[in-house]
């Protein structure tokens, strides 16, 4: 039985908050998401964080909120740019289990334009959404690969992507492991 938390990682648009909702229920977990924690503690959102006091700032209350939620029993949705701190990809590998959740620029642009969060979060790149997707995705791409335990098709409904989760999962009992792959097939 798993008693890790499960970190979700992913650019914007992938599902960490809706996958990571629908994982807890069925692992019977607790939900947290980095980013709703961090302006709960600033009293303000991550846009205000952002033109107040600059992106470095921001990247450091957000490590110090993941470094304070490591509980067991817990899925947390991680931030799109938590991943851009080494300290960051060191302590989700060292306390957890890692997953990827992917999806080709198309889909996160899609959701995002179906859904924007600019009050949450601002660009970051004042670029189109699917040019900004697609510059952030070169980007960050390896890092997410790098960090993860396992890599799944977040393109698909979110039960889908639960379901690949839970099977990726219980086919490897041992969760820290080199890089794995599932698709949906």
Request: glycine share 8%; proline share 5%.
């Amino acid at each position: 039985m798993i008693t890790q938390p499960i970190f979700l990682i992913g650019a914007r648009g992938c599902g960490k908050t809706t996958v990571g909702q629908k994982l807890a229920q069925a692992c019977q977990f607790t939900f947290i998401d980095t980013d709703q924690i961090l302006q709960q503690r600033a009293q303000r959102s991550i846009a205000d964080i952002v033109a107040d006091e600059g992106w470095p700032a921001f990247r450091a209350l957000e490590t110090r909120t993941l470094q304070s939620l490591a509980a067991s029993h817990a899925v947390v949705a991680t931030g799109g740019g938590i991943i851009l701190a080494p300290v960051n990809r060191e302590f989700l590998r060292d306390n957890g289990i890692v997953i990827y959740l992917k999806a080709p620029v198309s889909v996160l642009a899609g959701r995002l334009e179906l859904s924007p969060e600019d009050s949450q979060r601002p660009t970051l790149t004042g670029k189109p959404i699917v040019e900004e997707v697609r510059e952030i995705l070169a980007q960050r791409d390896a890092l997410y690969g790098e960090t993860a335990h396992y890599v799944v098709d977040a393109a698909g409904e979110p039960v889908e992507v639960v379901a690949q989760i839970l099977a990726v999962l219980a086919a490897d009992r041992a969760p820290v492991q080199p890089l794995k792959s599932a698709t949906a097939g």
